[in-house]
């Protein structure tokens, strides 16, 4: 009962902070069969680098630090700068964070978007966090494809 209700009301609270945001277009056809294809390809190659590293993509492993040069690699086909911050996890191991942003016309309003490339040592990380990544250089992708001019400052981390 106890965990129905905090969740309820953490659902609750996360759609209250929302609501000032301007409502979301739905996809077009057109935007969701260019997105699509683009995503499986990252989730693929994710897949193709966890296999050559014995199913490893952990921080400071060799699958790890391929995930984040291919994620370098597709960053930086496209028009917006991209920064390395250095962290260290709890087991003292350094990994990179890969930062880019996409400028906006209101530089006090900011969107942050966000998905760790790394994965646990017991697994390749496809569904845990590769998925989320992969959507992350479909959406950076289209963004710099289309070129549009943004209202507030969005942040890939």
């Known amino acids: 009962m106890k965990r129905t209700l905090i969740a309820a009301l953490c659902g609750a609270l996360s759609l209250t ?4 945001l301007p ?3 739905p996809a ?8 699509a294809p683009s995503m499986w390809q990252h989730l693929e190659q994710f897949q193709n680098i966890a ?3 014995d199913n490893q993509r952990s921080v400071g492993s060799l699958g790890g630090q391929a995930s984040a040069e291919y994620i370098l690699k597709i960053a930086k086909t496209t028009p917006y700068s991209v920064q390395m911050l250095p ?19 209101n530089p006090n309003k900011a969107i942050m978007v966000g998905a760790h490339y790394d994965s646990v040592t ?10 989320g990544v992969a959507v ?3 959406v950076l992708q289209h963004y710099a494809q289309h070129n549009t001019t943004q209202h507030r400052l969005i942040i890939f981390i």
């Open 136 to 138: 992350l250089l479909a």
């Open 51 to 53: 296999k050559q590293h």
């Open 87 to 105: 962290f260290e996890n709890r087991e003292k191991t350094v990994g990179q964070n890969i930062m880019l942003e996409i400028k906006g016309q």
């Open 122 to 131: 017991t697994g390749p990380g496809i569904n845990d966090n590769a998925s």
């Open 28 to 35: 077009t056809p057109h935007q969701t069969a260019n997105t």
């Open 17 to 20: 902070a929302c609501s000032h």
């Open 23 to 25: 409502p979301l277009s």
